[in-house]
């Protein structure tokens, strides 16, 4: 068997992946290496339920193998497994690791799974080394056939369980704790609002208050593109800046002053009245489970929210908010990080990439000659 290559983050840029910033900060090392030297890496956890009828909830509980170097013989989630390395990882690509250990463990097929969703993100320590853990839940169909691993596996006691089941597991029985806690709060919660609750609304239907969060390091066309698209689908917009107290580094190098001078400009010269916008400057707070609230808290009141982000967009999902679908244009190449990149580069295909009145402001922050030095010192430091 080839030896896995992890996805593993430095200890101080784990707080980045609460801001949905991924790919940034992972970086590959053999699974032997990273365990021996401690470095943190991400794993995923998949609770699995499914309704047997209408009053009826199963719970699918594995218990791990008497073989596993680790925690033998107790019972755990549904499925685990280490996220493997890859560019440009995602919480999408990280969702279908779980997918992934949900077939290798118990056989379950990808068709079979009715509906997934992000549920949190934990940070994981034990005697080997941290875990940073993407937790998703899972519907399956009840009539799944189930196949237990078990090399993986205990085959006769991994299987669906009743709520009072569960109850008398969790009670009496071996279990990690860090997925003890899960089911507890799982089966104490309404799992049927829980996933009912997840909408995206259809972009033709009208709104009064759109919400669209971008870090607009710097605003170009892509950004202009959603933002007259929401005004079509909206009375007024509400513009998050993201990561607002981030400057002066190669990902964020515009302070939260200079990006809202940025919008504000770029409104102007559509002639977009200020009395439909309204922009908020919104901090990271690096907790991906609170993130929601904080925003609200900030913004205020708003009827649908827009992004393109997947990790934003599940975000505000697993919190019941409605989230309208993607208004994506050349993702690949009106993004903010192609944008710096090509800028760094020192030529000129990024002129067509970010409005004229955004460049005209760049020039008067010195923010090309900002980012170019930056992009330096990032190197030296390398």
């Known amino acids: 068997m080839d030896e896995e290559i992890l996805a593993c983050v430095e200890e101080k840029n784990i707080q980045y992946l609460h801001s949905g910033q991924i790919s940034k900060y992972i970086f590959p090392m053999e699974r032997i290496q990273a365990h021996k030297k401690k470095i943190p890496h991400i794993i995923v956890r998949f609770f699995i339920i499914s309704f047997k009828s209408e009053n009826e909830i199963l719970f699918l509980v594995q218990k791990r193998g008497k073989s596993k170097e680790s925690y033998p013989e107790f019972f755990t989630d549904s499925a685990s497994g280490h996220v493997i390395f890859e560019k440009n990882l995602d919480l999408t690509k990280i969702k279908n690791n779980a997918i992934r250990e949900l077939e290798e ?6 068709k079979a799974i009715e509906k997934i969703i992000f549920y949190d993100l934990s940070v994981e320590e034990d005697n080997v080394t941290k875990e940073i853990a993407y937790i998703f839940l899972g519907v399956v169909d009840y009539d799944a056939e189930l196949n237990p691993n078990p090399e993986e596996v205990d085959p006769n006691e991994s299987k669906f369980y009743s ?4 109850i008398g597991i969790l009670r009496n029985q071996k279990s990690i704790d860090y997925s003890k806690k899960i089911w507890e709060k799982i089966i104490s919660s309404d799992v049927k609002e829980m996933f009912q609750s997840q909408k995206i609304v259809n972009t033709t239907e009208k709104f009064n208050t759109g919400f669209f969060i971008g870090r607009f390091q710097p605003l170009h066309h892509g950004h202009i593109y959603v933002i007259k698209r929401i005004l079509e689908l ?3 917009i509400k513009i998050g800046i993201g990561s607002s107290q ?4 190669m990902n964020d190098p515009f302070t939260s002053e200079e990006r809202k001078m940025f919008i504000e400009s770029a409104m102007r010269k559509r002639e977009i009245p200020s009395e439909n916008y309204d922009i908020f400057e919104i901090p990271d707070i690096f907790n991906a489970n609170k993130w929601v609230d904080h925003v609200t808290s900030i913004v205020g009141n ?7 982000s997947d990790w934003v967009r599940q975000l505000f999902e697993s919190k019941g908010i409605k989230v309208g679908k993607k208004l994506e244009i050349f993702k690949n190449k009106f993004n903010g990080t192609n944008v710096r990149n090509l800028i760094v580069k020192n030529g000129k295909k990024w002129f067509n990439l970010v409005p ?3 460049i005209t402001l760049m020039e008067k922050f010195n923010g090309i000659e900002r980012m170019k030095n930056l992009s330096k010192n990032s190197e030296k430091r390398e």
């Open 105 to 110: 463990e118990f056989g379950i097929l990808k």
């Open 302 to 308: 708003f009827d649908v929210a827009f992004s393109n």
């Open 356 to 358: 004229k009145e955004v």
């Open 163 to 166: 709520k009072s089941e569960l």
């Open 246 to 249: 981030m400057s002066n580094n």
């Open 234 to 236: 909206c009375n007024r």
